[in-house]
């Protein structure tokens, strides 16, 4: 079952359906690392990202796969160590992570600047 709702209305509707799937505190900034490598571990994620709670990065991925957009596999013969990979559908938000990206590196320029 997909966490995310579709909106089937007027205009405006297929940006609630992709907020919908990225929003969530983590979401973007979790897709942003993901996009930086093929697979990526859950311990990684947690380095990267200090400020998200183990028990947050586990919700937001586990919406994630739910989504479609990652997936989960063992890394190890044991098990224990988790990776997570973009699904081809994943792989199509590249453009709008990207977007963000570059938008708040320029917005974070644009304030350094006017301090």
Known sequence: MMSGELYDCAAGCP????VDI????WKSVILYHLFQGDATRFSTLNK????VTERMLALQLAQLEA???ITK???DADGRATEYG??????TLAPVIQAMATWGEAYQARQKATA
């Open 15 to 18: 940006v609630q359906n992709t």
């Open 22 to 25: 990225i929003s969530g505190k």
């Open 48 to 51: 990267a990202i200090p400020s």
């Open 67 to 69: 989504d479609h957009v």
């Open 73 to 75: 596999k063992p890394g």
């Open 86 to 91: 973009l699904t081809e559908f994943g792989q």
